[in-house]
């Protein structure tokens, strides 16, 4: 709980009261991760494909990214622990902050063997930088979303007013 809302409530602030953004913001997280396993799972998926099909075992390309079969099984592995991260948001969001920092740290990998023109088997070149970049930026907004107590504090609404005899609320 943010430092500013421990304790008592000043005078002052008597008609308001302390709302936790954590139950909407969770059930909104659930559906973004949804999007992320199916999408990365479906990625990694068409990679592995584009490997079993391909004659050179080379894999296919999507947007200039080369889906090799080391990052296809990534992919696919960051799907499914997206999937698994779903099921509870203390492993949702260890995983939105692990994979922000992995993102972070593969993007200047991949920014490394770009400008040496090795791809490796994860095939890092100037197209997969935006794929990471991407994932960082979606892991970083989860993260930030699915903790919103921790960063902002929980929202302060107006307490409802009673109602006289009259049905109408007091002033």
Known sequence: MARDTRGPLPPETDNLRRVSVNPSHWRQVRR??????????LLGVVGLIGVAVDDRHAGWRVLGVPLTPWLSAVLVGIGAAAAMARTRRQVAKVFTLTMSAVAVAVMVICGVASAHRDPGPLGFTAPAILLWTLLFCWSIALAIWVLPDQIEGPAWLPR????DSSGRGRR
Not at 32 to 41: I, T, V
Not at 160 to 163: A, E, S, V
């Open 32 to 41: 973004l991760l949804a999007a992320e396993a199916l999408a990365m799972g």
């Open 160 to 163: 409802r007013r009673g109602t």
